[in-house]
C-alpha cells in the first residue's frame, strides 16, 4: 500500500505469536497521563459489535471488548466512546438512527476542549460502500463464482466507488479540522482498516467469485490510503491497522476478521477480539 513517509504510521510491532496482553495490567509506558479524558469516535470496526457486554447507545452494537475499551482501562483513561455501527462521516455532524435503535447524538458532540485525546476509525460507510461491496459482489458470485462477475459487470457500482474513494481524504480531513476546532489540545489518532480480504486464495467463509477478491482487497488498501492521507495533511497520528492484520485475513488459517459465519464472538466481515487487542497494542505504540 501507498503511505506517505511523513505520515506516523504504527505497524510491524506485533506478530501473529504475540500475547495479549492482560486487560487489568495499566500501561504507564504512554505519554498519554493517567486519568486523561478519551473520546472515541468510528463505525462498526471501532464498536467491536458482539465480542463482549454490549454499551453505549441501543442498535449501536458498541462492545466493552472493542479497541477503545481496551486502551482506557490499558492507560487508565476516562472514556466516551460514542462509535456507533454504520457511522459514516456524516454522522460525526449529523444525528445518526442506528438499525432498532434511536437517534444518537452527532459524535463530535462528544467532544470539548478538555479532551485530550481521540481516536476516529470510519470513512468505508461512506456511501454504504462497504456494505454494498459484501452485498452487490456476494450477490453476483452466486451465479459466477469462478469469474469476476463484480468487477466486470458492475460498472455502477464500480463508478459509484471511485466517487467516494475520491472524496473520502477531503471528508476525512474536514473531520480532522473539525475534530481540532472543538478539542484544540487533544492527541488525534486516525485508526486504519485491517486486512480483511486475502492476497491470495478463496474460501467458503467470502463468497465472493474467485476474480473478485482483488478488487475487495484493493477497496480496503484505498480507503486506507485515503485515511492516512487525510492524517498526514492534518497533522494527525495514522496507526496502520492494515500492515499489522495482514495474512489474518477472513480466509487465514489464524482469522482476526470473521466470515460469512463466525468461529467466535463477532459479528460477519467484522474483527474479531483479537484484531482489537492488536489495535489496542498499535495505539499503545503510537502514543508512547
Known amino acids: 500500500m501507498r503511505r506517505a513517509a ?13 500475547s495479549d496482553p492482560p486487560e487489568s495490567k495499566l500501561d504507564r509506558s504512554s ?10 469516535l468510528g463505525d462498526s470496526y471501532s ?26 482501562a490499558r492507560l487508565d483513561l476516562e472514556l466516551t466512546d460514542v462509535t456507533c455501527g454504520g457511522a459514516t ?16 447524538p452527532p459524535q463530535l458532540d462528544a467532544l470539548s ?12 460507510n461512506d456511501g454504504k460502500v462497504f456494505s454494498e461491496l459484501v452485498t452487490t459482489c456476494v450477490g453476483k458470485a452466486v451465479k459466477d463464482r469462478g469469474g469476476a462477475p463484480c468487477t466486470e459487470e458492475g460498472a455502477s457500482f464500480r463508478a459509484k466507488v471511485e466517487r467516494q474513494l475520491a472524496k473520502l481524504p477531503t471528508r476525512m480531513g474536514e473531520a480532522l479540522t473539525a475534530i481540532r476546532e472543538r478539542a ?11 486486512a480483511a480480504f486475502p ?7 467470502l463468497p465472493l467469485a474467485r476474480g473478485d477478491y482483488p478488487y475487495a482487497r484493493e477497496f480496503v488498501s484505498r480507503v486506507n490510503d485515503g485515511l492516512a492521507a487525510a492524517a498526514e495533511q492534518a497533522g494527525a497520528t495514522y496507526v496502520d491497522v492494515w500492515a499489522a492484520t ?14 460469512v459465519i463466525p468461529a467466535q464472538s463477532g459479528l460477519e466481515y467484522h474483527p474479531y477480539a483479537r484484531e482489537q487487542s492488536v489495535v489496542t497494542d498499535l495505539l499503545i505504540d503510537a502514543l508512547g
Open 246 to 259: 495482514d495474512g489474518h485475513d477472513i480466509c487465514a488459517s489464524d482469522p482476526w476478521v470473521a466470515g
Open 199 to 205: 492476497e491470495r486464495g478463496t474460501c467458503d467463509l
Open 31 to 40: 505519554a498519554v497521563p493517567s486519568g486523561s479524558s478519551y473520546v472515541a
Open 6 to 18: 511523513s505520515v506516523l504510521v504504527v505497524a510491524g510491532v506485533l506478530l501473529a505469536g504475540c
Open 113 to 124: 476542549r478538555s479532551t485530550d485525546l481521540v481516536t476516529i476509525g470510519m470513512g468505508g
Open 89 to 104: 462521516t456524516a454522522d460525526l455532524t449529523q444525528s445518526q438512527t442506528p438499525p432498532n435503535g434511536d437517534p444518537v
Open 47 to 72: 464498536a467491536g459489535p458482539r465480542l463482549a457486554p454490549t454499551t453505549g447507545a441501543i442498535g449501536c452494537e458498541q462492545t466493552r471488548g472493542n479497541y477503545p475499551h481496551l486502551l482506557a
Open 184 to 194: 484544540p489540545k487533544a492527541r488525534i489518532v486516525v485508526v486504519g482498516y485491517p
